[in-house]
């Protein structure tokens, strides 16, 4: 019921590279965390635990208590406070979809399900509700996973009370042997089940299915997608569920993770209460073969074609590969591996920011023992279509020029800095890491045969031996990731290409016959920005002390506010707010507030490009983002108590400088449509693309910008959006973290509060403040998307109001809750109609009046009526005031237990507290919060659905697929 996305940033690299030497071989995730010293294992109970530290050199963290019941399943705990009163529990079962036979493809997956529809304990319907009235949301709290080689089930405890830790690892219990597996349950089900794979079925999911069969032919992998196949969902016996289910959900394959502000003691004895009588069963089911690398395999090429795909080329040298046993050598041989990959990526990210290259995203890896049988060494890039084959020769030759020249030592020393900052960051900040990232790091560890060691640890192992990482070392491992194989070319492309492999080949082939040379050393140069001035002085300050702040204001009229704490060890949140935002006039071009912040920091400062930042900046841990909101520009950054300064000079260097390159338009009208490709090949994805602008009559400073609007805009025009603003609007300075006052305001002087005096006020703009609800359809507005044609997508908007009344929008939002249990209980619960119901609530902050409540559900075409009439029985029976006492609990508790965790999460108050200069208001609604949420009634509510809930008012969308399908 989860999925994983993965984001790709320009420091993708180096992260990817000390994530790998501080923890694990190469295709899991980072695990070496946790305390500070390293010891023996904990391993107390039922006899041999056979986890990974028992037979590696690596020191296991001795804060984690490892055992093993009597019936083989292993557990883990961990005392950890943050957040501070809450606890996660995960159970992990190592198999997966590659332990289901022909008959049950996607009964793995459809399991996780139907444990959330009743066991012997626990009536089918009961669980979610359970857990939502202790304040447990379904999704974000209560949730589960399915790949091809384990499930996991995940809670979130929002409390450490004895009731609720007992009735999680009751919970827990259940699914691991006391499912009932109902065979009328199971029918109901499996209308949810196909719709979340219709809602998974996307290009980039199909393109990926087909990548694995083509590096894997024949293998048991290439078959066992999770998801599974439409004909084993539609016709299973329960019979079959139950196969998987007593054969696979066994304690020898299970593992049970607790990590929270909890006794271990008590934890353990817990574990053994509920787990104790679990039966192991006397002929448990080996695991299959996963697969085998085709021996003596030549120069291959496969190809893909989606109309909606990006351009996409892989490169792969592949060779029979077994995990290997995490021990120090092999992190650090892994380490090596990164560091030649990093410096790869580097140099392709470096033609990338070029502006002028066809490439637009590239990323190098190397995964050992990639499903236990094979290591695999790739690139992946992503281009322009019809520049596909020079993006080709771009992969090709500058691996081969690293093959051949490898590296240079000021490459190897921007990695090895970066590797080094991040590894120090990681064990400065380790006692206030989060318990969902310890216990994914925990369970993962034991699947993926791991050693869960410290931060602290994997920085001492990196000092020891940094100076054996040399450019011969490293360019040794790089070359034997590629060397003794052929390579294995695939692309996937909207372009229909006749005689693909033939096309390939060619391509390869005229790269291969290009020669290259070494790279030549560019230097890492010194960061320009470091002298705004004389210091400035502070006019006024004060302190907030119940919500422990400090306000000041320099001379120059900059704003800052900073609140000390102590959620995030050696971490720092920066916000600067500045003019406002898509409210800023515009000359030429409504979309150049999209453009401008797509570009902003792409174009890199007067004195550095974007590129030569990333070589200046190495090793130091700052950084950000740019964006334009409805009422305000922002910059926004995190770095550390040592970086502070120079993350404040940065953002100033941005304020002040921005470069404005034409290199960042460039790269934006490379991507942006394949950006709109992407969006146009599924319902959700349409969403995104048109919906926002309808919602405004047509406002088109809103929704994704067309082709001709992105080609209108040129950089004079995104500079003269912003420059006014820039140069002289009101500056509101917001940190919160791990700061000094003393050492923060420093350092803001130095760099804000040098810069020449700010206007002491801003144009309101007015006159740009509309924004209007269209008319209510009496026919829904017909979108067409170019996916799967049984995807669809129905959504109806309610206008609603804009945020000028906090209570007002608080009730709008406990309407909402309300709202979405019932939409969940109907349609996916009840009717099967959808695997996601979604909805939300917007008031806006800069336009008066606007705001809306929208529902959307993923469907089939065919149910478009149905559903529609059953969103509008559900908001008649808001509006007739069925609500009850249940609903109010299940709706409200998962609330207020997000405000508590919220009170102790940096970028929580960072959101609160930006703008309060300007909206002193924003100060008092933090006081309120939790009282406030606490006292709206049932009344409120059903007063609101019949306020904003109107039938007569609403704006339906509904997207189909293209008709020429």
């Given amino acids: 019921m989860t999925t994983a996305i993965a984001r790709a940033t320009s420091c993708i690299g180096w992260l990817s590279a000390a994530a790998l030497f501080g923890a694990l071989a190469a295709c899991t995730p980072s695990q070496d965390d946790a305390a500070e010293t390293d010891a023996p294992a904990q391993v107390e109970t039922g006899g041999e635990a056979d986890f990974a530290h028992q037979s590696s050199d690596l020191p296991v963290d001795p804060a984690v208590r490892y055992g093993r019941l009597d019936n083989g399943m292993r557990y883990a705990i961990l005392q950890n406070d943050t957040p501070s009163n809450t606890a996660v529990l995960r159970m992990a079962f190592n198999a997966g979809s590659l332990n289901e036979a022909d008959d049950q493809r996607g009964l793995a997956h459809f399991l996780e399900h139907m444990a959330f529809n009743g066991s012997e304990n626990v009536p089918e319907g009961e669980m979610i509700r359970l857990l939502e009235r202790y304040g447990l949301e379904f999704g974000p709290d209560t949730n589960a996973g399915t790949n091809r080689e384990y499930v996991i089930y995940m809670l979130n405890l929002p409390d450490t009370n004895d009731e609720l830790v007992d009735t999680g690892l009751m919970i827990l219990r259940e699914t691991a042997s006391n499912l009932t597996l109902d065979a009328d349950a199971i029918d109901r089900e499996r209308n949810v089940i196909l719709s979340e794979e219709r809602f998974r079925n996307t290009p980039i999911r199909r393109w990926n299915n087909a990548l694995t069969e083509f590096r894997y032919p024949g293998a048991l992998v290439v078959d066992r997608d999770a998801i599974g196949i439409p004909e084993v969902i539609e016709t299973a016996p329960r019979e079959r569920f139950v196969d998987y289910y007593e054969n696979f959900y066994t304690p020898e394959r299970a593992m049970f993770v607790v990590v929270g502000d909890i006794d271990p003691d008590q934890i353990e004895a817990l574990i053994e209460t509920h787990f104790g009588d679990w039966e192991q069963p006397e002929d448990p089911r080996e695991d299959p073969v996963p697969g085998e690398v085709v021996a003596d395999r030549g120069f291959e090429t496969g190809y893909f074609h989606d109309p909606e795909i990006f351009t996409i080329m892989t490169i792969d040298a592949i060779r029979p590969g077994e995990r290997e046993a995490d021990t120090a050598a092999t992190r650090f041989e892994n380490g090596l591996h990164a560091l030649g990959n990093a410096i790869l990526e580097r140099r392709l990210d470096s033609i990338i920011n070029s502006g002028t290259s066809p490439l637009i995203q590239a990323n190098v890896g190397y995964s050992q023992g990639e499903y236990d049988f094979a290591t695999r060494a790739g690139i992946l890039g992503v281009s322009q279509p019809e520049r596909w084959t020079e993006a080709l020769a771009i992969l090709e030759q500058e691996l081969r020029r690293a093959r051949e020249f490898g590296f240079t030592q000021g490459e190897l020393n921007e990695q090895v800095s970066n590797m080094r900052t991040a590894l120090q960051n990681a064990a400065a900040q380790a006692a206030t890491r989060e318990n969902s990232d310890l216990a994914g790091g925990i369970w993962s560890s034991w699947r993926y045969d791991n050693v869960f060691g410290t931060p602290a640890a994997a920085l001492e192992r990196f000092n020891s031996r940094v100076d054996e990482m040399t450019l011969e070392a490293v360019e040794a491992a790089f070359r034997e ?474 704006f339906r969308v509904t997207i189909l697929p293209n008709e020429a399908q």
Avoid: C
């Fill in 481 to 954: 990731q590629w060397d003794g194989v052929e390579p294995q070319v695939f692309l996937a492309t909207s372009l229909q290409i006749d005689n693909p492999e033939a096309a390939i080949t060619a391509a390869w082939e005229d790269s291969v016959g290009t020669p290259v040379e070494a790279m030549e050393d560019a230097g890492a140069g010194e960061f320009a920005y470091t002298d705004f001035g004389t210091p400035g002085d502070i006019a006024q300050q004060a302190e907030v002390e119940d919500l422990g702040l400090t306000r000041v204001v320099f001379e120059n009229g900059v704003r800052v506010t900073l609140k000390p704490t102590d959620f995030e060890d050696d971490v720092i949140r920066v916000s600067v707010r500045f003019g406002r935002g898509e409210l800023e006039p515009r000359e030429n071009g409504e979309v150049v507030d999209t453009i401008a912040s797509a570009i902003f920091q792409s174009s890199g400062l007067g004195q550095h490009s974007a590129d030569e930042l990333q070589r200046v900046l190495a090793g130091r841990s700052v950084g950000g983002g740019f964006a334009v909101g409805e009422d305000s520009f922002y910059l926004g950054g995190s770095t550390t108590p040592a970086d502070f300064q120079l993350q404040m000079q940065l953002m100033a260097a941005y304020l002040t400088d921005p470069g404005w390159r034409p290199e960042g338009l460039a790269q934006y009208r490379a991507v942006a449509p394949e950006i709109r490709r992407n969006l146009r090949s599924s319902p959700s994805g349409m969403l995104q693309l048109a919906v926002s602008r309808l919602l405004r009559s047509g406002d088109n400073r809103y929704g994704y910008p067309t082709p001709e609007e992105v080609a209108a805009v040129e950089i004079d025009e995104a500079r003269a959006f912003l420059a006014p603003a820039l140069e002289r609007s009101p500056i509101e300075i917001t940190v919160v973290g791990d700061i000094d006052i003393d050492a923060a305001l420093d350092a803001i002087a130095s760099t804000f509060g040098a810069i020449p005096e700010r206007d002491g006020s801003w144009p309101d703009f007015d006159e740009n403040r509309t924004a209007t609800f269209p008319a209510a359809t009496t026919e829904p507005v017909i979108l067409r998307h170019n996916g799967q044609d049984y995807q669809s997508m129905v959504n109806v908007y309610w206008p609603t109001v804009d945020d000028s009344d906090t209570h007002r929008s608080r009730v709008i939002r406990m309407l909402r809750q309300v709202f979405d249990l019932k939409l969940t209980e109907r349609l996916r619960e009840a009717e099967g109609f959808t695997y996601s119901a979604f909805n939300s609530n917007y008031e806006s902050v800069a336009y008066p009046g606007f705001g809306y409540l929208w529902v959307g559900v993923d469907i089939r075409p065919e149910n478009a009526d149905a559903v529609y009439n059953a969103i509008e029985e559900l908001a008649a029976d808001l509006r007739n005031g069925e609500i009850d006492d249940d609903e109010m609990q299940r709706a409200r508790q998962p609330l207020l237990e997000q405000i508590e965790d919220a009170m102790e999460s940096n970028g929580t108050w960072l959101g609160w507290l930006d703008g309060s200069f300007d909206d002193p208001s924003r100060l008092e609604n933090i006081r309120s919060i939790t009282e406030d949420y606490s006292s709206i009634t049932r009344d409120e509510i059903v007063e609101a659905a019949r306020t904003w809930l109107d039938p007569e008012a609403e």
